[in-house]
C-alpha cells in the first residue's frame, strides 16, 4: 500500500476537510549502485577534510581564500578516482593522500555556502534549526485562479490529496465538484516536513490532486535567454501550413503510448546478463507411517496380494505350510 507523506486538514473559507497526501508519481528509473570493477564489491563514501590540514586552520570559518578553498588538480583526481572505486592504481592513490586527509564525524559538520568565489560562509545545525520552518497541518487557500494562467513550468512534483476519514467524504467531494464546475484551482501555501511550498489545489480524474509551485523567483524569464523573435515575419501561408501539420497530427492524449525505452532496453540487458538458477528439489515428505490402523491394512492388503500371486506346487496344490488335520 502506498503510504501517506502527510496529513493535515486542507481548508477553504470555513470548510475544513481531513486529508493525506499521497505521491502522485512512481519512477521506475533503473538505479545503480557504484562497485569495484576488480572486485564488484559494492563502493562506499568517507567524509574528508580536504587538503592538509594546517593550511585550512589559517582560515578561521566565514572567511576564504580562492587559493586555499581550492582543490589542486591531483588531489581532484585522485578523490574522483576513488569516488569511482578505481582498481589498484585508485587504491594507491588513496593510500598517498590518505596523510592529507583526515576523516570527519557526522557531528562535526557544518553547512558551508561559498557567497562568492574564495568567501565560504558556514552555518552549524543549530543555527539552521532555528530559522528552519515548522511543519504545516493545514493548507489554506488564499485564492483561486484560472488553471491555464499557470504556466506548467511552475509544477513541480504532483500529489493525490484522499480524504482522511469517513467525515472527509462529503465536504472532500464538495470542494472537487466545486472547482471542476469553476474551472478554477485553489493556490495556498503550506511546509512539507522542513520546506515550505505554494501549492496549486486543482480537479484531476475523480480526486483532488496538489501540485507544489516553483516560487516567481524560482522560474528563469525566457524573454532574457531567448532574443529576436519579435523582429522575426512569420508569413500568413507559412502559418496556415503549420497550422495544417498540427491538426494532421492531432490526437486524444494517451500516456500508454508513449514508453520509456531506454528503460525496457536497460532492463532486457540486464536479464539477459542475470545467472539463471536452477530450482531447488523439493524436499522428500516423511511421513510416520500412518497409525496402527492403517499399518493393519497396509499388512493385510500386501499379503492377499502376494497370496495371489503364489503358483502351484508340484503336487497341484499351493505352496507353502501343510495344512494338519
Same mark, same amino acid.
Given at each position: ?5 502527510w496529513s493535515g486538514t486542507?481548508?477553504?473559507g470555513l470548510?475544513?476537510?481531513p486529508v ?10 533503473v538505479?545503480f549502485h557504484l562497485?569495484?570493477?576488480?572486485s564488484?564489491?559494492r563502493?562506499?563514501?568517507r ?7 594546517g593550511v585550512?586552520d589559517?582560515?578561521?570559518?566565514g ?5 586555499a ?11 574522483a578516482s576513488?569516488?569511482?572505486?578505481g ?5 594507491a592513490r588513496?593510500?598517498?593522500?590518505a ?8 557531528d562535526?559538520l557544518?553547512?558551508g555556502?561559498e557567497?562568492e568565489?574564495?568567501l565560504?560562509?558556514?552555518?552549524t545545525?543549530e543555527?539552521i534549526?532555528a530559522v528552519?520552518p515548522s ?8 485564492d483561486?485562479?484560472e ?12 500529489y493525490? +490529496?484522499?480524504?482522511? #476519514?469517513?467525515? &472527509? @467524504?462529503?465536504?472532500y467531494?464538495? !470542494?472537487l465538484?466545486?472547482? =471542476? %464546475? *469553476?474551472? /478554477? ?6 511546509v ?8 496549486a ?5 475523480g480526486?483532488i490532486?496538489?501540485?507544489t509551485?516553483?516560487?516567481g523567483?524560482?522560474?528563469r ?6 532574443t ?6 512569420i508569413g500568413?501561408r507559412e502559418?496556415?501550413?503549420a ?11 494517451d ?5 520509456d525505452t531506454?528503460?525496457?532496453?536497460l ?11 536452477e530450482p531447488?528439489?523439493e524436499?522428500?515428505? +516423511?511421513?510416520?507411517? #500412518?497409525?496402527? &490402523? @492403517?499399518r493393519?491394512?497396509d499388512? !493385510?492388503?500386501?499379503s492377499v =496380494? %502376494? *497370496?495371489k /500371486?503364489r503358483?502351484?506346487d ?8 501343510a495344512?494338519?488335520?
Amino acid at each position: 500500500m502506498v503510504r501517506s507523506v502527510w496529513s493535515g486538514t486542507l481548508s477553504f473559507g470555513l470548510v475544513a476537510i481531513p486529508v493525506k497526501l499521497v505521491p502522485a508519481t512512481e519512477p521506475k528509473d533503473v538505479r545503480f549502485h557504484l562497485v569495484d570493477a576488480e572486485s564488484g564489491r559494492r563502493v562506499r563514501y568517507r567524509r574528508v577534510v580536504e587538503g592538509d590540514p594546517g593550511v585550512a586552520d589559517a582560515f578561521p570559518a566565514g572567511r576564504g581564500d580562492a587559493d586555499a578553498v581550492a582543490e589542486p588538480a591531483e588531489e581532484r583526481d585522485a578523490s574522483a578516482s576513488r569516488e569511482r572505486g578505481g582498481g589498484a592504481s585508485g587504491r594507491a592513490r588513496a593510500a598517498d593522500s590518505a596523510s592529507s586527509e583526515a576523516e570527519v564525524t557526522y557531528d562535526s559538520l557544518a553547512r558551508g555556502i561559498e557567497v562568492e568565489p574564495g568567501l565560504l560562509v558556514t552555518l552549524t545545525p543549530e543555527e539552521i534549526r532555528a530559522v528552519r520552518p515548522s511543519p504545516s497541518r493545514t493548507i489554506d487557500i488564499e485564492d483561486f485562479v484560472e488553471l491555464a494562467a499557470i504556466d506548467p513550468v511552475y509544477f513541480e512534483k504532483s500529489y493525490i +490529496v484522499a480524504p482522511d #476519514g469517513g467525515t &472527509a @467524504e462529503h465536504p472532500y467531494a464538495l !470542494l472537487l465538484g466545486a472547482l =471542476e %464546475r *469553476a474551472g /478554477r484551482v485553489g493556490i495556498g501555501r503550506f511546509v512539507l516536513r522542513t520546506k515550505p511550498h505554494l501549492v496549486a489545489i486543482r480537479p484531476m480524474t475523480g480526486a483532488i490532486a496538489l501540485e507544489t509551485l516553483f516560487f516567481g523567483d524560482e522560474v528563469r524569464d525566457p524573454r532574457q535567454i531567448v532574443t529576436g523573435i519579435d523582429r522575426e515575419e512569420i508569413g500568413g501561408r507559412e502559418l496556415t501550413m503549420a497550422e495544417q501539420l498540427i491538426d494532421m497530427l492531432a490526437t486524444d492524449w494517451d500516456p500508454s503510448r508513449y514508453a520509456d525505452t531506454y528503460r525496457e532496453e536497460l532492463r532486457s540487458l540486464i536479464a539477459g546478463k542475470t545467472p539463471r538458477r536452477e530450482p531447488e528439489p523439493e524436499p522428500a515428505v +516423511v511421513t510416520d507411517g #500412518g497409525s496402527d &490402523a @492403517e499399518r493393519l491394512m497396509d499388512a !493385510l492388503r500386501e499379503s492377499v =496380494e %502376494r *497370496a495371489k /500371486r503364489r503358483e502351484p506346487d508340484a503336487t497341484g496344490g499351493r505352496g507353502g505350510a501343510a495344512r494338519t488335520g
